[in-house]
């Protein structure tokens, strides 16, 4: 009976969120964009000095959050993040394998992609 309920609860709010997109617009940087009614919440990932992982995120254009992390070289050592506003998430995870590039993982609303840049 539980199981059933958590299902219900997630596949209601599931309804109320429309799917986002996660792309790699350029070499050096990843656009999520998850819009739902009326509020578009857009989180833009940048690296413009590796280590440094450079994060921007706007609702409606009014920038909400700006980050900079200093992303160590190792696979299990990164940038862990998420935000959520207006009915709309975006999640992250950055990870450095290598000194020349980054892992990401990002999801938008449920929209999922991940890869290196």
């Not at 706007?58 to 862990?80: C, E, F, K, M, Y």
């Not at 959520?84 to 993982?105: H, K, L, V």
Request: glycine content about 8%; overall charge neutral.
């Amino acid at each position: 009976m539980k199981r059933i309920l958590v299902l219900l609860i997630l596949t209601a709010m599931s309804a109320f969120a429309d799917p986002g997109t996660v792309v790699r617009t350029s070499v050096t940087t990843i656009t999520s964009t998850a819009p739902t009614g009326a509020n578009t919440l857009v989180c833009v990932f940048t690296n413009p000095n590796m280590p440094v992982l450079h994060a921007v995120c706007s609702v409606n254009g009014v920038v909400r959050l700006t980050q900079d992390v200093n992303v160590q070289v190792g696979a299990q050592i990164g940038s862990v993040g998420s935000y959520s506003e207006g009915g709309n998430t975006i999640t992250w995870q950055f990870t450095q394998p290598t000194a020349n590039n980054f892992a990401y993982d990002v999801a938008a609303n449920g929209t999922h992609d991940a890869g290196n840049f």
